[in-house]
């Protein structure tokens, strides 16, 4: 267990770099104020999610585990269940688009979509972990 | 057919909390509660973690009901 913050700083330095990368290649005049922000804003939100977990070990009394193998078949159950919706959901709102007469999609709408799909993903997760 | 089990008697019989019985099997508390109240099944590495747990046989905690 003590490895794991070090492969999520790894995940996140390797993540930012990628995206300051792909940013620099499509935006070549990056604002250096927005990659600062970027930046910041990567750290503080790691900053966040690790003293929250620190604080919520040291109030918790116990040695009772947060999951246990229930918790990852429940997952499971969500993520296959979820998969099902997503798909039927998607392929049912193209055909209803479609039937109102809608004949192309907007990259910026699709990646709300999308966004809105993974944002209800997570949602769904943490309810489930809590079951 | 379903699996019963006899872990809520049992545990009570040996006079452990589900606390105690979470924090030496490194399961949730929901978890006891749904083994207990017969909704979920636990793994065979759990069954076999029960067993030794509590010092019994497997046919003294887990028995297939016949339909």
Known sequence: MKKWPIIIAITVVCSMSI?????????????????????????????????????????????????????????????????????FGSMLLVCVLFAIGVETIEIGALSIYLLALFMLIVVGTFVVKRK | MKVRNRIKEIRLAKGISQIEMAEALQITRQTINAVENHKYNPSLELALKLIKYFNVTLDEIFTLEEE
Request: avoid cysteine; proline fraction near 4%.
């Open chain 1, 19 to 87: 995206g300051l990368y792909l940013g620099k290649l499509l935006v070549p005049d990056l604002p250096v104020g927005t990659v600062v922000a970027g930046i910041i804003g990567s750290v503080v939100g790691v900053g966040i999610v690790f003293g929250t977990i620190k604080f919520r070990e040291k109030r918790k009394g116990d040695n009772v585990p947060d999951v246990d193998e229930r918790t990852w078949v429940n997952i499971k159950n969500f993520y296959a269940l979820s998969l099902y919706i997503a798909l």
